[in-house]
């Protein structure tokens, strides 16, 4: 590198909540409590062109934008078909997802071993899929979303607290949202060709191996994917790590982010976090 990335004095600090208006679900590394931080550094302009949320996850980021911006430019996407397919219902058939998810409310209630049945069914494909998968995610231990290495859900049963009650308003303010929005189930690497956009990236935290991840990236095909992308687009960058693993050019700006909460993986009172901008 011919020039060090600048790396700013602005520390944002982020805060947990127990109601936030753009979340679904709990998430690794979630980013519906980011507003004031997207507020600030992300620019109107932004509503001119194409936004690509990459590494979609549980989608905190991509309603973001789409409240900010309207749906009709976003493209979510993740290459975990199990989110993507209860992404896609939220979109399409709130009322079905709402009353599923109320079944399943009231036939866990005095039943311990519920959870574990509806881990063992169909949380992949269809209504059905996306239903059951809400319910996993809603009284998942600790909040946390893990998969094993054959894709499957494998989080053990929150203990000792009720099935938390969705309302509908906000399910379907939430559809209402994301009308107009690209959902899409594809590899990273198939937006390498993207130009002329904002894409933002949010990838499974580097150097972290201990299977809360459905897949674990190579660091230098990530670079590389980056220098492909990076010259042609409005690009940021959340992750976890320092900021030189990703060999920056000099256009990058870092910001600090202090989290009042422990990241998924490592039970703390706060971690730290950064997010690099190229604009």
């Known amino acids: 590198m011919e020039a060090l990335i600048e790396k700013t004095k602005t520390t944002y600090s982020i805060h947990n909540k127990h109601k936030e208006p753009l979340k679904l679900i709990p998430y690794i590394g979630c980013k519906a409590g980011f507003k004031h931080v997207f507020d600030e550094l992300i620019d109107e302009k932004v509503e001119k062109i194409e936004i690509y949320d990459v590494f ?54 005095d039943n311990d071993d519920y959870f574990y049945l509806i881990r063992e069914k169909n949380i992949e494909k269809e209504i059905e899929g996306a239903v059951n998968f809400l319910f996993l995610c809603k009284n998942a231990f600790s909040g946390k979303i893990r998969f094993n290495k054959k894709g499957r859900f494998n989080t053990p049963k929150r203990k000792g607290s009720r099935c938390p009650k969705i309302e509908w308003n906000h399910l379907k303010s939430l559809s209402q949202t994301i009308k107009y929005m690209t959902i899409t189930n594809e590899d990273y690497q198939y937006f390498n060709r993207v130009k002329n956009s904002f894409i933002y990236l949010d990838p499974p935290y580097f150097n972290n191996t201990n299977g809360h991840y459905n897949g674990v990236l190579s660091l230098q095909e990530f670079n590389s994917f980056m220098r492909k992308i990076e010259n042609d687009n409005c690009v940021m960058l959340s992750e976890q790590n320092n900021p030189e693993i990703f060999n920056l050019s000099s256009k990058y700006k870092v910001f600090d982010i202090l989290l009042k909460r422990s990241l998924q993986y490592a039970t ?6 950064i997010i690099a901008c190229n604009y």
Do not use: W
Not at 68 to 97: A, C, W
Not at 268 to 273: A, D, L, Q, R
């Open 56 to 109: 979609g996850g549980g989608g905190a980021f991509s309603f973001y934008m789409c409240d900010r911006f309207g749906s009709e430019k976003v493209n979510y996407n993740d290459n975990n078909k199990t989110v993507v397919n209860l992404i896609s219902h939220l979109q399409k058939n709130p009322m079905e997802l709402f009353d599923g998810y109320q079944n399943h409310y009231y036939n866990s209630i």
């Open 268 to 273: 703390k009172k706060s971690s730290c976090e």
